[in-house]
C-alpha cells in the first residue's frame, strides 16, 4: 500500500477542525486506512489501493472532515468555461489516445504547496497510473503556453527541447537515452516510432508523455498563478476520474476551475465532468450484508459521514471516486460510517462438524483419475489476455476486460482454460514429449444476475503434447472421467475453430455442456509456436457435480 506524509497544521486546516492526539489517532485508524503513527508533527498513513482520492492531504482531509462529522454530505465543485481548446490529432491514435485536461486559476504556490502538487501527481502516478503506463500526469504553467494546445504524435527526432533538470536541449530519443527520467520510463515507450507530444499554438514542446515536461513550458514556480492540467494514456474514463482528483485537490488549495474543449477528430468533450455518478441502493441488501438494521433516516446520515449525496432513493457517488463501482463498494463504507468499533461480535447458535466440499472431492477424485493417466497438474491464472484467449487460438471467444489492468498481459478475466495450458506448453516446447497437462481454474462470464455482473465457475482443461496425439486419445480420456462415475454423456461432432475440422465433438450430459473437445489445428499450435501435435479438452466440473448429485 502506498504511504503518504503529512503535515499535521496543514492536514488540519484542510479538515477545519482540531482533534485531541489520541482521538485523532483513533479517528484515522477507523477511517479505512493504516496509521503508523503521528511524529514531529508529520501524520504517517497507509492509503489502500483503492482510495487513491485520498493520496493528496486536500483529499485526505476532505474525507476525514466528512468522517467526524465536521463538514458532511456531498460537496459540489463547479469550473467556469474558459473558451479555451486541446486539439486531439488523429496521428496521435496509435501511441496514447485519449487526454483529459483543464485549467486552474488563482493558485498561490509557495514552497509547500508545490510540493503537495508534485506528491500529488507522482502518488496518483505511481498507484492508479500504473507508474505512468495507464495515466501520465502533466501540469504546467500556463501564463508561458500559447492556445490552442495540440496532441499529436511526431517522430522522436524531430521532438527537440530543452527538458526537466537538463541544461541542454535533446530530441526525444536522446532524452530517453541520456535523461534519468528518459531511462526510468522509456521503456513505456519502446518500439513505437512515433511518440506523443503536446504543443502549444507557436509549436513550443510542453512535454513528451508519459516521459517528461518541458523546463520553458513545464515548470510550475512561486510566480505560477495559473495552470494547465492534463493526464493522458488509452482509456478516457481512467483519465476523466485521474484529472477529477488532481482538480478537486487544488480547487480545496483555493484554485478556480476551468473547463476545456477536447476536440477529437470524431468527437469533442468538455473537461471536467465534476457530476456525480448515480448509483441505485438496495437497503435490505446492505442490511443484509452487514449484518445491521440501518433505516432510511439513518442511511442518509451515514452516506453523509463519507461524502455521497442521497436523491430519490440513488447515491450521488462524487466525480473523485473511482473506487466506486457496485453497490457492494458503497456498502463497504457505510460499515465504516456505522464504525467498526460498534459491530457487536457474535457467536452463530449453529454447531458443525468440518467437512471436505463435495466439489473439492469430486475435482481431487477427477485429479486422481487423470494423474493415474499420466498427467501432470498445472497452477494457472486467473487473468489472460485478449491475444491469448481468442487470437492464438483462433476462436471468436471475447473475455471479459478489466477496468484498472495492471499490465496489457493481464487485462482479461479467462473465458476458458485451454489457452493457459497452450502458455504452458510454449514455454516447456524444449523439454522432452509426451507434455500430457491438466489444470483447475475459475472461468468467467457475463451474468447480469451478480452484484459485479460476471459469472464465476469452475473448470478443467487436458492437454496432452505428442506425435501421435489424436481425436481418439481426446475422447477417451473424458469417456474414462464419466465412466468412473457410473456416467455417460451424449456425443455430436461439431466445428470449432481451434480444432481440426471432423476431428472434434460436444459432449452433454442432461442436455448441459459437459466437454468440447478435439485436435489442435495446425494455424493454433503455429501460433503457440508449437510443432508437435495435440489434443485439447475444455471440460465442466459444475455440469459433471450436478449430474452426480441429481443421480444420487
Not at 536541449?169 to 507530444?197: C, D, S, W
Not at 438496495?282 to 453523509?304: P, W
Request: charged share 25%.
Amino acid at each position: 500500500m502506498p504511504t503518504v506524509h503529512f503535515n499535521k497544521d496543514v492536514f488540519e486546516r484542510y479538515v477545519g477542525k482540531k482533534l485531541p492526539i489520541e482521538e485523532l489517532k483513533d479517528r484515522i485508524s477507523f477511517l479505512g486506512t493504516d496509521l503508523e503513527g503521528i511524529e514531529d508533527n508529520i501524520i504517517t498513513v497507509e492509503v489502500f489501493p483503492n482510495r487513491p482520492d485520498m493520496l493528496s492531504v486536500q483529499g485526505f482531509a476532505r474525507a476525514f472532515s466528512s468522517f467526524i462529522g465536521n463538514e458532511t454530505g456531498f460537496k459540489e465543485y463547479k469550473s467556469t468555461p474558459s473558451h479555451e481548446k486541446v486539439i486531439i490529432e488523429k496521428e496521435v491514435h496509435s501511441v496514447r489516445p485519449y487526454t483529459s485536461c483543464a485549467i486552474v486559476r488563482g493558485m498561490k504556490f509557495n514552497d509547500e504547496t508545490i510540493k503537495e502538487v508534485i506528491d500529488i501527481q507522482e502518488k496518483l502516478h505511481i498507484t492508479y497510473g500504473r507508474s505512468r503506463k495507464k495515466v501520465a500526469i502533466g501540469i504546467y504553467p500556463f501564463e508561458k503556453i500559447k492556445t490552442p494546445i495540440r496532441f499529436t504524435a511526431m517522430k522522436p527526432e524531430d521532438i527537440v527541447f530543452r527538458p526537466l533538470d537538463a541544461n541542454k536541449e535533446m530530441n526525444a530519443r536522446e532524452i530517453l537515452e541520456q535523461h534519468p527520467t528518459g531511462q526510468a520510463y522509456g521503456h513505456l515507450l519502446e518500439g513505437k516510432k512515433m511518440f506523443p507530444v503536446f504543443l502549444d499554438a507557436d509549436n513550443k514542446v510542453l512535454s513528451v508523455p508519459p516521459i517528461i515536461n518541458s523546463e520553458e513550458t513545464g515548470r510550475i514556480t512561486e510566480k505560477t498563478t495559473d495552470v494547465f492540467v492534463e493526464c493522458s494514456g488509452f482509456e478516457y474514463e481512467l483519465l476523466s476520474k485521474c484529472l477529477n482528483m488532481i482538480l478537486t485537490a487544488m480547487a480545496d488549495m483555493g484554485g478556480h476551475v476551468y473547463s476545456m474543449q477536447l476536440e477529437y477528430p470524431d468527437k469533442t468533450i468538455t473537461n471536467p465532468d465534476f457530476e456525480p455518478t448515480e448509483l441505485d441502493i438496495d437497503l435490505a441488501y446492505v442490511n443484509k450484508r452487514l449484518g445491521l438494521d440501518i433505516k432510511e433516516k439513518e442511511l442518509k446520515h451515514l452516506l453523509e459521514k463519507m461524502g455521497y449525496g442521497h436523491k430519490n432513493g440513488k447515491v450521488l457517488v462524487p466525480c473523485y471516486r473511482a473506487d466506486i463501482l457496485y453497490q457492494i463498494d458503497v456498502a463497504e463504507d457505510l460499515a465504516i460510517a456505522h464504525g467498526f468499533e460498534n459491530f457487536e461480535e457474535t457467536i452463530p447458535n449453529v454447531a458443525t462438524i468440518a467437512q471436505e466440499a463435495p466439489k473439492e472431492v469430486l475435482k481431487n477424485k477427477v485429479a486422481d483419475l487423470l494423474v493415474g493417466l499420466g498427467f501432470q497438474e498445472t497452477a494457472t491464472y486467473n487473468l489472460s489476455n485478449e491475444e491469448h484467449q481468442s487470437t492464438m487460438m483462433d476462436s471468436n471467444i471475447k473475455p471479459i476486460k478489466l477496468a484498472n489492468a495492471v499490465s496489457l498481459e493481464y487485462n482479461v478475466l479467462r473465458a476458458w482454460l485451454l489457452p493457459s495450458l497452450m502458455e504452458i506448453l510454449r514455454h516447456n516446447s524444449h523439454y522432452e514429449y509426451p507434455q500430457k497437462l491438466f489444470t483447475y481454474g475459475i472461468t468467467f462470464s457475463k451474468n447480469n444476475s451478480t452484484d459485479t455482473g460476471v459469472g464465476e465457475k469452475i473448470g478443467l482443461a487436458i492437454i496432452s503434447s505428442h506425435e501421435k496425439a489424436d481425436y481418439t486419445e481426446a475422447r477417451q480420456i473424458v469417456e474414462y472421467i464419466l465412466k468412473a462415475f457410473g456416467a455417460k454423456g451424449v456425443v455430436e461432432e461439431v466445428e470449432f475453430p481451434s480444432f481440426i475440422s471432423g476431428r472434434a465433438s460436444h459432449i452433454t450430459i442432461d442436455g448441459k455442456p459437459l466437454a468440447t473437445l478435439g485436435e489442435l489445428s495446425p494455424k493454433v499450435l503455429k501460433n503457440w509456436g508449437l510443432e508437435m501435435p495435440a489434443i485439447g479438452i475444455e471440460f465442466s466440473i459444475e455440469t459433471l457435480f450436478e449430474h452426480i448429485n441429481k443421480n444420487k
